[in-house]
């Protein structure tokens, strides 16, 4: 049997609900990252595997897939390296949540490899607000682990170090709907000695097979979150389900902003209209210089980066972390570390002062 052919009797097989072997279903999840065959039958393939009920061994199988099929790195640095990404289609279109935490979590000495892509639904991506802060989106995956080194912080672009993923790139923007491509990526940080991280995700029905996944994985300290109001973040705005995921096991538990003193804001106050928008506001709570709502919501995501960092033990303790980067100048100064070695500074400057961000 080709392997088009596989991929077709694994898509009959997810549509009509039988049951199917690890082996036949990794032989199409490879199939279609590796080998020619029309667009329609990856699409199809996609599509039917969307719909069905995905549990932990689908998702098991297409995470080791895109695994293999990467440009894994090992950065060694001298600190722990932790990730924080969210699976995205909310549809709710915050500002850059996710990213503005990634860079204040750094700035509290926390080494942190920001792995994303383009923006499949939302406003955008944490590639586009990197590549508008000037960050090189086509630098070296050398120079991309160096800057890591040196900095504690660095962007892996996800088509860079994801090729397989071009392969179908196309196909899923014509399809118009996130797949669960969307889901298991963020499970795929091409760094091998990742320590933590912080997976954000919108559909609640994927909390526990997620959780299963990472529970498996070479990761130590993985926390989950899914918010009420149904943000891939902990929010300020509704209660979150986290699950905190270890070696010893896991534990589920909910979480009110009030349990932190933080206020509750709506929707609104942590929306943009335009990608921006997001740029500017996301800036913004990195120079200390956004309104209450926008700064908690990112203070509160930097807590959870920094307990799977093992730099505090509480979300509160996170809290008083991450506030005191944003205060004292260290989120800011971090921006401009990262974008001298791997951007230019002028033209960070340039965006400063259209969004009134100068000293």
Do not use: W
Not at 178 to 197: A, E, H, R, S
Not at 299 to 321: F, P, Q, Y
């Amino acid at each position: 049997m080709s392997s088009e052919d596989v991929v077709r009797s694994v898509t009959s097989k997810l549509v009509y609900k039988i049951d199917l072997k690890d082996e036949e279903f990794y032989k199409a999840v490879n199939s279609i990252f590796t080998v020619d065959m029309p667009d329609a039958v990856i699409a199809s393939f996609l599509t039917a595997l969307t719909t069905a009920r995905i549990t932990k061994r689908e998702l098991k199988i297409i995470r080791k897939v895109l695994r293999q099929e990467s440009v894994s790195v090992f950065a060694d640095t001298s600190t722990p390296i932790i990730d924080n990404c969210g699976t995205g289609g909310d549809m709710i279109n915050t500002f850059n949540i996710s990213t503005a935490s990634a860079i204040v979590t750094a700035s509290a000495e926390c080494s942190v490899a920001k792995h994303g892509n383009r923006s499949a639904s939302g406003l955008c991506g944490s590639a586009d607000f990197f590549e508008r802060i000037v960050f090189n989106l086509d630098s070296p995956v050398d120079d991309v682990v160096n800057c890591l080194r040196k900095t504690g912080l660095s962007f892996f672009y996800a088509p860079k170090f994801h090729p397989a993923l071009g392969r179908v790139s196309s196909i899923r923007k014509q399809m118009g709907f996130k797949t669960v491509l969307n889901f298991v990526g963020p499970l795929c940080n091409p760094c091998t000695d990742i320590t933590g991280q912080v997976i954000g995700v919108s559909d609640i029905g994927l909390l526990g097979p997620l959780s299963a996944v990472m529970f498996d994985s070479e990761v130590d300290h993985i926390i989950l979150v899914h918010s009420d109001d149904g943000l891939d973040e902990l929010s300020n705005t509704s209660e979150s389900t986290i699950i905190d995921v270890k070696k010893s096991g896991c534990r589920e538990y909910r979480f009110s902003p009030k349990s932190v003193n933080i206020q509750l804001a709506t929707p609104r106050d942590i929306q943009a209209t335009s990608m921006d928008d997001s740029v500017k506001y996301t800036m913004q709570v990195i120079y200390g210089a956004a309104g209450s709502a926008k700064e908690d919501i990112v203070i509160l995501n930097s807590s959870l980066a920094l307990m799977v960092g093992d730099k505090v033990d509480t979300i509160k303790e996170g809290i008083e972390m991450a506030r005191s980067a944003v205060r004292s100048g260290a989120a800011k100064a971090k921006i401009r570390e990262l974008i001298d070695l791997c951007g230019n500074r002028d033209k960070l400057e340039h965006l400063e002062k259209i969004y009134d961000l100068t000293d």
